[in-house]
């Protein structure tokens, strides 16, 4: 099942096919097709995207009346992972494709939960309401955690989310994140013959970078005991084509990406907010023969917000012992990057997140552990069946 969702591409935005896979595996395993639907969220979501949320609702089979439980991960990969060709070797799902990703971030999570499904039916286990969720555009923003809407997920009271390397880790809390950025426009001209009369945009970028490097915003940044990171990503032209047009062109514009993270949301925005008035007094100090300036004009959203779970709250606690329950210590901590969990925090679900043999995720060197593949999946179960 692992390697069957491995072969599907479905790079993030895409995910049309592997959902198509996805839901015949559930039928084969014997999901009424009544209990599979889509929601609507690729509606909301500002970048094109193929498919809603992927939602499959299995009604309670347990004697006492309980409420429902979430289990969910989500559908895409990163777009390095087009091309991937999984194989097994070994205790090892590897990729033969040297070019690529594999994408067990997150077939892992995918394969856990229609895993979780089959047993269920076929040992007949009894267990409360369960709503599993496969979202979409997790790796381009948490989209589809961020824009479904928690009404349609069936009253749930906790969530666990699977996504990661070990089961034994039991993720409590995430960093909050924003995503920024920055239209530079400079002004053209001659570059050999009168470079005065142009505004550079990339000289712009160039002093804006070297005062938020200065002031200590730049990568790790601490100020006052609270702690985050920075990173500027792409920098380029319009349409994602190279900034400038030619060596003997002063450049006029230049587009830049960047992110700030912590995990108090407030240093989140201070962050941006050091970056916004470093380009805003760069593209003022860039000027011409005739002290006419550039400009810099900042976007920022809220990419996700950070939480932390208390250790005595219910989720973590049945997290925990169904850990144990496997015979393995439960690893309670926090991660730097965000999570679907995140969001469905922020939308009143407390949801722990743990893995499920990820490795190397994001590189060409990226494999599934399979004994902790298998770990996830009898983790699942437990969540499932157990009090």
């Known amino acids: 099942r692992l390697v069957r969702f491995l072969s599907v591409e479905g790079v993030t935005g895409r995910e049309g096919d592997i959902s198509r896979e996805i839901t015949a595996a559930l039928k084969e395993a014997g999901v009424p097709a009544g209990a599979i639907t889509y929601d609507d969220t690729n509606t909301r979501i500002p970048e094109p995207t193929q498919t809603g949320n992927l939602i499959v609702k299995l009604p309670g089979t347990a004697k006492k009346p309980a409420k429902p439980l979430l289990f969910m991960t989500h559908m895409d990969t990163v777009p390095l992972c087009a091309g991937a060709k999984p194989k097994v070797q070994g205790k090892r799902v590897v990729n033969e494709a040297a070019h690529a990703a594999l994408g067990g971030d997150n077939r892992t999570g995918c394969a856990v939960l229609v895993t979780l499904a089959a047993e269920l039916i076929r040992q007949k286990l009894p ?10 555009r997790e790796e381009s923003g948490l989209f589809g955690a961020k824009h479904l809407n928690p009404a349609d997920l069936g009253g749930v ?24 950025t920055v239209d530079v426009r400079g002004r053209a001209s001659h570059a050999g013959v009168a470079p005065e009369k142009g505004v550079s945009a990339t000289l712009i970028v160039s002093l804006a970078l070297a005062e938020v490097h200065a ?25 994602g084509k190279p900034a400038g047009d030619a ?12 992110e700030s993270r912590s995990h108090d949301a407030k240093f989140v925005r201070e962050i941006t907010a050091a970056y916004k008035a470093a380009f805003t007094a760069a593209g003022a100090r860039g000027k011409d023969h ?18 932390r779970l208390k250790d005595d709250a219910p989720v973590v606690k049945r997290a925990a012992a169904a850990v144990a329950a496997l015979g393995r210590e439960p690893n309670l901590r926090v991660t730097n990057g965000g999570l679907d969990a995140n969001w469905m925090v922020k939308h009143g679900i407390p949801t722990v997140t743990f893995g499920a043999g990820q490795n190397e995720i994001h590189t060409v060197k990226e494999y599934v552990d399979l004994t902790e593949f298998e770990s996830g999946c009898r983790l699942a179960l437990a969540l499932a069946t157990g009090e």
């Open 157 to 180: 009271a906790m969530g666990f989310n699977f996504d990661g390397r070990s089961a034994a880790d039991v993720i409590v809390g995430a960093i909050g994140a924003d995503r920024w």
């Open 215 to 239: 002031g200590g915003w730049f990568g790790k940044v601490v100020k006052n005991g609270k702690q985050g990171t920075s990173n500027v990503g792409t920098v380029g032209g319009p349409d």
């Open 290 to 307: 005739e002290g006419r300036p550039g400009e810099a004009t900042v976007h920022s959203r809220l990419d996700y917000v950070p939480f």
């Open 127 to 136: 267990h409360p309401p369960l709503t599993l969720l496969f979202t979409v």
């Open 247 to 258: 060596t003997n062109v002063v450049t006029d514009f230049v587009h830049v990406k960047g």
